[in-house]
């Protein structure tokens, strides 16, 4: 390989000194790590109150409402002790929804939708230092509330009701996708989505998605104690479900 000049090297240190420089005054900062902003034995006990009202969650139709109802208040115990508006607001959002625990008729699809999204997105590690809680708390707190609010149209479809329909369902779709490509396929966390599916989708007579998810069920249950040949076969099926549920959902949301 031919010498480069000396002249064509001082050029390009001068070309790239600029960035070189930027670089090295940002590395510092990329290194440092993020300050906490809660004490960690606090952090761990907001973590494990959402993990224990997850499962009550999941467990409420042989468990009851009451175990729900107890976890949610002790989620916002520690949000009182943290003393952050984001934090509480979360907390007092989630209260809100046991007040109509014990209603006519129980909660209703849309308090449903939006407490299972909640749920299923706070226990996530990390807790009160997770990168994007400040986001999540105030999305959340919203929709909760939002879901609480009666509906504009009554007797008819709920605009509103469809879109966190949609919402709900992408999410799942994307978690059931994940588990179908991890080694060995997750297959209980496939039978929970596709049931929780088959269920808000018959709450709301979202008849379509409730016969797919019902299909789809169908090829997720053969997944057990099967063959490795049969679980590439399988699999193959559940993605075509996956993805004419996908295209279905995206009709429903124009």
């Given at each position: 390989m031919a010498d480069i000049p000396e002249k064509d090297l001082e050029g390009t240190r001068a070309a790239l000194a600029p960035t070189l420089e930027a670089t090295a005054a940002i590395l510092p900062w990329v290194a440092k790590p993020q300050p906490v902003r809660f004490p960690p034995e606090l952090n761990k006990r907001w973590e494990a109150a959402w993990k224990e009202l997850a499962d009550c969650w999941h467990q409420r139709q042989t468990g009851g409402q009451d175990p729900v109802r107890a976890a949610i208040f002790a989620v916002l115990s520690i949000a009182i002790e943290a003393n952050d508006v984001d934090c509480l607001g979360l907390a007092e959002a989630l209260a809100s929804t046991a007040d109509r625990f014990d209603a006519d008729g129980g909660l209703s699809p849309r308090v449903i939708a939006a407490l299972t999204a909640t749920i299923e997105t706070l226990q996530e590690p990390g807790g009160l230092e997770h990168v994007n809680f400040v986001t999540r708390a105030?999305?959340?707190?919203?929709?909760?509330?939002?879901?609480?609010?009666?509906?504009?149209k009554p007797g008819e479809r709920s605009d509103v009701l469809d879109a966190l329909f949609v919402e709900d369902t992408q999410e799942r779709l994307e978690r059931m996708y994940e588990s179908l490509i991890v080694l060995p396929i997750d297959v209980y966390a496939l039978q929970i989505d596709c049931q929780e599916l088959i269920q808000q989708a018959e709450q709301i007579e979202m008849w379509g998605i409730y016969h797919l998810a019902r299909q789809l069920e169908s090829f997720v249950v053969q997944l057990s104690d099967a063959s490795e040949a049969t679980q590439d076969a399988v699999r193959s099926e559940i993605e075509k479900n996956l993805d004419t549920l996908a295209t279905a959902l995206a009709v429903i949301n124009g």
């Amino acid at each position: 390989m031919a010498d480069i000049p000396e002249k064509d090297l001082e050029g390009t240190r001068a070309a790239l000194a600029p960035t070189l420089e930027a670089t090295a005054a940002i590395l510092p900062w990329v290194a440092k790590p993020q300050p906490v902003r809660f004490p960690p034995e606090l952090n761990k006990r907001w973590e494990a109150a959402w993990k224990e009202l997850a499962d009550c969650w999941h467990q409420r139709q042989t468990g009851g409402q009451d175990p729900v109802r107890a976890a949610i208040f002790a989620v916002l115990s520690i949000a009182i002790e943290a003393n952050d508006v984001d934090c509480l607001g979360l907390a007092e959002a989630l209260a809100s929804t046991a007040d109509r625990f014990d209603a006519d008729g129980g909660l209703s699809p849309r308090v449903i939708a939006a407490l299972t999204a909640t749920i299923e997105t706070l226990q996530e590690p990390g807790g009160l230092e997770h990168v994007n809680f400040v986001t999540r708390a105030q999305h959340f707190s919203q929709r909760i509330h939002q879901s609480l609010a009666p509906s504009r149209k009554p007797g008819e479809r709920s605009d509103v009701l469809d879109a966190l329909f949609v919402e709900d369902t992408q999410e799942r779709l994307e978690r059931m996708y994940e588990s179908l490509i991890v080694l060995p396929i997750d297959v209980y966390a496939l039978q929970i989505d596709c049931q929780e599916l088959i269920q808000q989708a018959e709450q709301i007579e979202m008849w379509g998605i409730y016969h797919l998810a019902r299909q789809l069920e169908s090829f997720v249950v053969q997944l057990s104690d099967a063959s490795e040949a049969t679980q590439d076969a399988v699999r193959s099926e559940i993605e075509k479900n996956l993805d004419t549920l996908a295209t279905a959902l995206a009709v429903i949301n124009g």
